[in-house]
């Protein structure tokens, strides 16, 4: 085990309606709701993940319902979009077709951006997410390769996600970014093209990769549902974590110091104004404390919120439950 940071582990945004998006990502996208509890923080919110099969790092894309929160502006200095790994170009024309089937809103045409070709799509919120092709995924390491879509999805397994892909970073101030990925965090920057540029952590391909781009015209974001929330990347353990705790420290920036969720560790910090970052291990893992079949059923709390469950439970709009 090493202290690099080896790729993205999840991708945290926010959702006018959990019901909707439980609906949106499980029946519609095919992902697994791999673990229901709420915001650590802020108890009446749900966390949901969505996953792979078994909720691996690199797969996940989590979501928050704060209440009364606004619609998210977008802007600057935010991440702007993500990308879900398919298996290959010939998997669009698939994808298409259910979207037109679901009424799920989606750009006519593909783009191509360093090697990489995308058919962006949207959920209820406006929320932007691509579909990318992983045929031309230019390497992997042993975190970012292709997962196992879950087993018990309607999508054909031939075309289903197989992880989580670039992750689009808009920015209004490119050599403080520039620095701080590359100089800080390690990453290697691979290639430009006008205001974009594209960084790769660890050598991990299209699952460890953020794109960069500049534009100092439009204002900054606004968050808010329909809009991401923060940015994680995989450390390998708690051993790590403390060693990127400590550097992070020691040059200076705003951070929360060691985080225990429960289901991994982490630490959060701002690259750059506007945007945040998070530094997750890879596990303990989302099956820690409830079974394969029950994962997403249940509302799952860690220990210390266990005795509030019946106040948590009150205030959430139940949803994915079993029927008594």
């Given at each position: 085990?090493?202290t690099?940071?080896?790729?993205?582990?999840?991708?945290?945004?926010?959702?006018?309606?959990?019901?909707?998006?439980?609906?949106?990502?499980?029946?519609k996208?095919?992902l697994?709701?791999?673990?229901?509890?709420?915001?650590?923080?802020?108890?009446r919110?749900?966390?949901?993940?969505?996953?792979?099969?078994q909720?691996?790092?690199?797969?996940?894309?989590?979501?928050f319902?704060?209440p009364?929160i606004q619609?998210?502006?977008?802007?600057?200095?935010?991440?702007?979009?993500?990308?879900?790994r398919v298996?290959?170009?010939?998997?669009?024309?698939?994808?298409?077709?259910?979207?037109d089937?679901?009424?799920?809103?989606?750009?006519?045409?593909t783009?191509?951006?360093?090697?990489a070709t995308?058919?962006?799509?949207?959920?209820?919120?406006?929320?932007?997410?691509?579909?990318?092709?992983?045929?031309?995924?230019?390497?992997?390491?042993?975190?970012t390769?292709?997962?196992?879509?879950?087993?018990?999805?309607?999508?054909?397994?031939?075309?289903?996600?197989?992880?989580?892909?670039l992750?689009?970073?808009t920015?209004?101030?490119?050599?403080?970014?520039?620095?701080?990925?590359?100089?800080?965090?390690?990453?290697?920057?691979?290639?430009?093209?006008?205001?974009?540029a594209l960084?790769e952590?660890?050598?991990?391909?299209?699952?460890?990769?953020?794109?960069?781009?500049?534009?100092?015209?439009?204002?900054?974001?606004?968050q808010?549902?329909?809009?991401?929330?923060?940015?994680?990347?995989?450390?390998?353990?708690?051993?790590?974590?403390?060693?990127?705790?400590?550097?992070?420290?020691?040059?200076g920036?705003?951070?929360?110091?060691?985080?225990?969720?429960?289901?991994?560790?982490?630490?959060?910090?701002?690259?750059?104004?506007?945007?945040?970052?998070?530094?997750?291990t890879?596990?303990?893992?989302?099956?820690?404390?409830?079974t394969?079949?029950?994962?997403?059923?249940?509302?799952?709390?860690?220990p210390?919120?266990?005795?509030?469950?019946?106040?948590?439970?009150?205030?959430?709009?139940?949803?994915?439950?079993?029927?008594n």
């Open positions: 085990m090493g690099n940071i080896r790729g993205i582990h999840h991708l945290t945004t926010i959702t006018s309606d959990s019901p909707k998006i439980w609906d949106f990502f499980t029946n996208l095919g697994h709701l791999i673990k229901k509890t709420v915001n650590q923080d802020d108890v919110t749900y966390h949901l993940y969505f996953s792979d099969d909720g691996e790092g690199g797969s996940v894309l989590t979501f319902d704060f009364g619609k998210a502006v977008f802007g600057t200095d935010e991440i702007s979009r993500t990308s879900f298996p290959s170009q010939d998997s669009f024309a698939y994808w298409q077709a259910r979207f089937e679901f009424g799920i809103r989606y750009d006519s045409k783009y191509e951006l360093f090697g995308y058919l962006n799509f949207y959920d209820f919120d406006d929320q932007r997410y691509a579909l990318i092709a992983d045929d031309t995924n230019p390497r992997h390491n042993e975190l390769g292709t997962h196992t879509p879950w087993r018990h999805s309607s999508v054909d397994p031939q075309h289903a996600i197989v992880g989580l892909g992750e689009l970073l920015i209004n101030n490119h050599d403080a970014m520039d620095m701080v990925l590359t100089k800080v965090m390690g990453a290697e920057k691979i290639d430009t093209k006008g205001d974009y960084y952590f660890d050598h991990g391909g299209y699952g460890a990769q953020v794109i960069t781009l500049l534009s100092r015209i439009i204002p900054r974001g606004l808010g549902f329909g809009g991401p929330h923060h940015l994680a990347f995989i450390v390998d353990d708690e051993e790590a974590l403390n060693f990127w705790i400590k550097r992070l420290q020691e040059l920036f705003q951070d929360s110091g060691f985080v225990d969720r429960f289901y991994f560790k982490s630490e959060y910090f701002r690259p750059t104004p506007g945007i945040l970052f998070e530094l997750a890879n596990g303990p893992g989302f099956l820690v404390d409830e394969y079949e029950e994962a997403g059923v249940h509302l799952e709390l860690p210390f919120l266990e005795d509030m469950r019946t106040q948590i439970e009150a205030n959430l709009v139940d949803f994915n439950s079993p029927k």
